[in-house]
């Protein structure tokens, strides 16, 4: 790593290219007066570091990304709330970028009926111009990706040249502030939040970085709090001390020290040296609420698949079955059910999926991977065997596996989304 690559890491954790940092040197020395590479390196103010990292950040955001995530937050806040219905509920959403993020948190909140007094945004972004805008609550086109485009006439004013500015209402309701996570002031936000959304960011991070910003975001988190991450940052979590929640699609996580869940998989001893553990439940997802947008549909079986001999419900049972055994415990069984689902269905990538938790489970890892290895061979974008073989490569201590694993993984829920 070059000397600069090292300056920047330590600045701001994210593991940068060399070529990355290098292009934004150059665009550096342009602006300032240095004669050199290195001239400019020594001459370095925080200033001046201010205005390098901007130019090595990936502020790419847009109001509704990942849509279930918010639906998931809204079911957590409403339980709070109904709970308790004069408290706070304290949202954290770091990092913010430009506020698209944050922004959706309150539009959806206040679509949801809560009232405004009844919940909070704090919004990090260790990017001062990401910051800059979020707070101007102004935004163009790029940033209204999502399909379903109402909520822009509920809560945005155009502000003339195609551009939208979020409306006062919701913008009281978020709180924006610089700030880097891994810098982040414990002593009076220890348990602070109730919601934290970390969602993109890890992506960036190395090893120990990635394990550092994590204790952070865990020691910001209440016990019995929610977290929102990214698709490909789930594995991460579930290795530093959190469990995935069955929310579809949501990337939603709890702490494991949190209440013990109903499913299998995130109440048994973890084997040492600690398994991975599965991004989601084994049992079908939960049915989402007649407002919720569609979750993105699974990926369907490859054409090479025979027709069975047995009708395909009585196959899809067997699956489903299969789940629900195992989340009552009872493997054996479970494992049986995949077994004749395979008589009918020898390419099922899904049952040779739901193989590999059992084992997984079980304290097999090797079959695990075995069973995975042959789902993703049937399947080839598989995105959830995907993560859990990268999370097997890291357990295994094979980083440049797990890279390319999750790079795949990522491809694959980028075409999907598009699609
Ligand atoms: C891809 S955006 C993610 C925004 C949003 N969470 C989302 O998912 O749409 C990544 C953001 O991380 C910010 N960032 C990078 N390093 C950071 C750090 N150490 N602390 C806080 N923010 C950071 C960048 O400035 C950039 O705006």
């Known amino acids: 790593m070059t000397p600069a690559q090292t300056m920047l890491r330590a600045a701001t954790g994210l593991n940068l290219s060399k070529s990355i940092v290098e292009r934004a040197i150059k665009n550096r020395m342009e602006q300032t007066a240095a004669k050199d590479h290195d001239d400019y390196l020594r001459q370095m103010t925080p200033e001046e570091m201010t205005a390098l990292v901007e130019l090595v950040v990936v502020p790419e955001s847009w109001f509704y990304r990942d849509p279930q995530a918010f639906v998931a937050m809204t079911d957590f806040a409403r339980a709070r709330l109904a709970a308790n219905n004069d408290r706070l509920v304290r949202i954290l959403s770091i990092p913010c970028a430009g506020g698209e993020e944050p922004y959706t948190i309150a539009m959806v909140l206040t679509d949801a009926g809560i009232p405004p007094e009844n919940f909070m945004v704090d919004a990090f972004d260790i990017s001062p111009t990401c910051v800059a805008r979020a707070k101007s609550g102004i935004y163009g086109r790029n940033a209204f990706r999502a399909q379903d485009l109402a909520f822009r006439d509920l809560h945005f004013t155009s502000a003339g040249d195609g551009d939208y500015r979020v409306n006062d209402e919701i913008r009281k309701q978020v709180r924006f502030k610089q700030g880097n996570l891994l810098e982040f002031d414990l002593s009076t936000r220890a348990g602070y939040y109730d919601v934290v959304f970390c969602r993109n960011l890890l992506i960036y991070f190395d090893k120990p970085t990635t394990k550092a910003a994590i204790e952070k975001l865990s020691a910001l988190l209440m016990d019995d709090g929610q977290l929102f991450?990214?698709?490909?940052?789930?594995?991460?979590?579930?290795?530093?001390?959190?469990?995935?929640?069955?929310?579809?699609?949501?990337?939603?996580?709890?702490?494991?020290?949190?209440?013990?869940?109903?499913?299998?998989?995130?109440?048994?001893?973890?084997?040492?040296?600690?398994?991975?553990?599965?991004?989601r439940s084994i049992a079908s997802p939960p049915s989402l609420p007649p407002s919720a947008p569609a979750p993105r549909p699974r990926v369907a079986a490859p054409a090479a698949v025979k027709p069975a001999t047995a009708p395909p419900a009585v196959a899809a049972n067997l699956l489903a079955e299969a789940r629900r055994l195992a989340d009552l415990g009872d493997i054996k069984a479970a494992e049986t059910r995949c077994r004749d689902h395979l008589a009918l269905?020898?390419?099922?990538?899904?049952?040779?999926?739901?193989?590999?938790?059992?084992?997984?489970?079980?304290?097999?890892?090797?079959?695990?991977?075995?069973?995975?290895?042959?789902?993703?061979?049937?399947?080839?974008?598989?995105?959830?065997?995907?993560?859990?073989?990268?999370?097997?490569?890291?357990?295994?201590?094979?980083?440049?596996?797990?890279?390319?694993?999750?790079?795949?993984?990522?491809?694959?829920y980028k075409r999907q989304q598009a699609s």
């Open 345 to 412: 269905h020898p390419e099922s990538a899904e049952a040779y999926f739901i193989l590999g938790l059992l084992n997984e489970l079980t304290n097999k890892p090797k079959m695990a991977e075995d069973y995975w290895k042959r789902c993703i061979y049937l399947q080839p974008d598989h995105y959830e065997a995907l993560c859990h073989l990268a999370l097997l490569a890291e357990a295994n201590n094979d980083a440049s596996g797990a890279a390319a694993l999750k790079a795949r993984a990522a491809r694959i």
């Open 229 to 279: 991450a990214g698709y490909a940052e789930v594995p991460s979590f579930c290795q530093h001390g959190f469990s995935p929640l069955s929310h579809n699609q949501a990337f939603g996580l709890q702490k494991e020290t949190a209440a013990p869940r109903k499913s299998l998989h995130t109440t048994r001893t973890p084997a040492k040296p600690p398994a991975p553990k599965a991004t």
